[in-house]
């Protein structure tokens, strides 16, 4: 009966009762596709993240060492990847399904001549096959009726199928990605900004209340055809932008009491703005380069985009050269390394250029050591 009178939530719980004022906060899904609309198709934090990351991992110059076959092998399969793709748009690709789903996959398509070209393969469509003892075996991609496995042979360790994932505590086969920890700030700034834009859209103007008076002798109460007329007539004649600063016009017993908007509700801009935060700091984006107002982390634009690269940036582009090492190994032979080429990256020439001049400064050093330590040595090649 309580319950039915206030119209709220109320549980017995202990003999006690607990009473609901509003209802629970509304999370989207925890899906690919939910991340993928709500956090990189509708949310601009998210969107650049994702961009920003995926972009310059994918720029990032990767130098393959070694001489012998597999290492000329390696550099042309990069060099031209597949005949729709250069090195940098796969690669894009591959970091940005890493980025929203915590998984990346790659194709190694190959022929009679040997493996010749890479794909990046959807997330949302890619299943793990796991064997009795709870380890993959390899991995179900599935496009409308149509199945492919890619199977992983133990004794050769060869699969054509490269499985990149982000650390997930939860789950042995599958990764979480940062769109999945930012997911709430997504909802919470997505909230705000259709809060915002209702707002525009009643004239950017807070609420009102049309208060009947009454008359003498009447119960200060309209009529169904009347209230149904005033309603159709204020959604027409005055909301909207098109209809902002329209004086109304109110007959006999009505009366206009415009309502402001309390600092609680107000409050919501300074939301949306921790939220951006919230979001950036999940994705590793120093707020400073995506210009969000209000950080002074960093002294400057500079470190702040020397820290993205640093902490963001080259650990992603070091793990995917070592996965790509270890995974084209045993197609194309040992003898070669993949890694990212640091001294080629024009974010770090100010770093560089630090380091070079301490080390020149070092007199006591000869200059076989000196290049040594630059990484300069004969054996490595640019």
Same mark, same amino acid.
């Given at each position: 009966m309580l319950k039915k009178l206030l119209g709220l939530d109320a549980k017995a719980a202990g003999?006690? #009762?607990t009473v609901s004022l509003g209802p629970c906060a509304a999370w989207s899904a925890r899906t690919y596709g939910a991340f993928a609309r709500e956090g990189y198709g509708r949310n601009a934090i998210a969107h650049r993240c994702v961009r920003l990351i995926a972009e310059a991992a994918a720029a990032?110059?990767?130098?393959?060492?070694?001489?012998?076959p597999g290492a000329q092998a390696v550099r042309a399969l990069l060099a031209r990847p597949?005949?729709?793709?250069?090195?940098?748009?796969?690669?894009?690709? +591959?970091?940005?399904?890493?980025?929203?789903? *915590?998984?990346?996959?790659?194709?190694?398509?190959?022929? &009679?001549?040997?493996?010749?070209?890479l794909y990046a393969l959807r997330p949302d469509r890619m299943r793990v096959l796991t064997g009795p003892k *709870?380890?993959?075996?390899? #991995?179900?991609?599935?496009?409308? *009726?149509?199945?492919r496995v890619f199977a992983r042979d133990r004794a050769s360790g060869r699969s054509a199928l490269l499985h990149m994932k982000l650390f997930n505590p939860l789950d042995d086969h599958y990764g979480q990605s940062p769109m999945e920890a930012a997911a709430r700030a997504v909802d919470v700034h997505n909230a705000g900004g259709t809060w915002a834009k209702a707002l525009l859209d009643n004239a950017a103007r807070p609420s009102g209340a049309l208060v009947v008076t009454g008359r003498e002798g009447g119960d200060g109460r309209l009529s169904e055809a009347q209230y149904a007329r005033l309603k159709d007539e204020l959604e027409g004649l005055y909301s909207g932008p098109a209809n902002a600063g329209r004086p109304l016009l109110l007959e006999?017993?009505?009366?206009?009491?415009?309502?402001?908007?309390?600092?609680?509700?107000?409050? +919501?801009?300074? &939301?949306?703005?921790?939220?951006?935060r919230e979001i950036a700091l999940a994705f590793g984006a120093p707020p400073m380069i995506l210009g969000l107002p209000g950080d002074n982390t960093y002294a400057n634009y500079r470190e702040a985009n020397l820290a993205f690269y640093r902490q963001t940036v080259l650990p992603l582009a070091r793990k995917t050269a070592s996965?790509?090492?270890?995974?084209?190994?045993? #197609?194309?032979?040992?003898?070669?390394?993949?890694?990212?080429?640091?001294?080629?990256?024009?974010?770090?020439s100010e770093e560089r250029? &630090?380091?070079?001049?301490?080390?020149?400064?070092?007199?006591?050093?000869?200059?076989?050591?000196?290049?040594?330590?630059?990484?300069?040595d004969e054996e490595r090649r640019p």
């Open positions: 003999g006690r #009762w990032c110059p990767l130098r393959v060492g070694g001489e012998g597949n005949p729709d793709q250069c090195r940098a748009e796969l690669f894009e690709t +591959f970091h940005g399904h890493l980025q929203v789903a *915590g998984d990346a996959y790659l194709e190694l398509a190959g022929g &009679a001549e040997g493996p010749h070209a *709870g380890w993959a075996d390899g #991995w179900e991609y599935r496009l409308g *009726g149509e199945a006999g017993g009505l009366d206009w009491k415009p309502m402001g908007h309390s600092p609680a509700e107000m409050d +919501f801009i300074e &939301a949306r703005r921790e939220a951006a996965a790509l090492t270890a995974w084209l190994a045993p #197609w194309l032979g040992e003898g070669f390394v993949i890694e990212p080429d640091e001294d080629a990256l024009p974010a770090l250029s &630090a380091r070079w001049a301490r080390v020149n400064a070092a007199g006591f050093l000869s200059d076989d050591e000196k290049r040594a330590l630059l990484g300069l």
